[in-house]
T-cell receptor, first 111, second 111 residues
């Protein structure tokens, strides 16, 4: 039982580059979300989805794009990386209003 | 949006001591969860507890929804309890479907 799988675990980007953080879950959860964690800030919601084909913005969506073509996958795209996007990114999934499960995180550095 | 405040921000204990962590929230919730982030960064769901009391080994949690707070009790603490404890809530009204995190309590348990 894999749970929530995030790839890659670590990534270094140059300013202006684009990349996609992958997230997959095998629990048939409707709800998936992306958070970023910065020192002293807790976790802040970037984007979320309540099902395939449905996405919405969270607290800090600027500079990020998401899509949900299947129940299992919820990739996060950085369109043009900036140093302010240096952070640890977490993907989570759950049933609606249910217990949330997190991936192991992606540590991203933008230089 | 809903506000989530956790206290204390930092807590240092000797092994074997007991502790209480508090989470206050500013609006009615239909979802409240406690997480432990270990020193390696992994987020583990401890409790899904929108109301009432639950126990899991040395840990227990109580949520008093009408008074808008939740407490996490750790008894006979161990060094492996070290890390950051997060409270996260989802507002009841409006179908927000967003899990909002507090900034966490950093717990250090010394041998």
């Amino acid at each position: 039982n894999a749970g929530v799988t995030q790839t890659p675990k670590f990534q270094v980007l140059k300013t202006g580059q684009s990349m996609t953080l992958q997230c997959a879950q095998d629990m048939n959860h409707e709800y998936m979300s992306w958070y970023r964690q910065d020192p002293g800030m807790g976790l802040r919601l970037i984007h979320y989805s309540v099902g395939a084909g449905i996405t919405d913005q969270g607290e800090v969506p600027n500079g990020y794009n998401v899509s949900r073509s299947t129940t299992e996958d919820f990739p996060l795209r950085l369109l043009s990386a900036a140093p302010s996007q240096t952070s640890v990114y977490f993907c989570a999934s759950s049933y609606l209003d249910g217990k949330a499960f997190f991936g192991q995180g992606t540590r991203l550095t933008v230089v | 949006g809903i506000q989530v405040e956790q206290s204390p921000p930092d807590l240092i204990l000797q092994e074997g001591a007991n502790s209480t962590l508090r989470c206050n929230f500013s609006d009615s919730v239909n979802n409240l969860q406690w997480f432990h982030q270990n020193p390696w960064g992994q987020l583990i769901n401890l409790f899904y507890i929108p109301s009432g009391t639950k126990q899991n080994g040395r840990l227990s949690a109580t949520t008093v929804a009408t008074e808008r707070y939740s407490l996490l009790y750790i008894s006979s603490s161990q060094t492996t309890d070290s890390g950051v404890y997060f409270c996260a809530v989802e507002r009841a009204q409006g179908g927000s479907e967003k899990l909002v995190f507090g900034k966490g309590t950093k717990l250090t348990v010394n041998p």
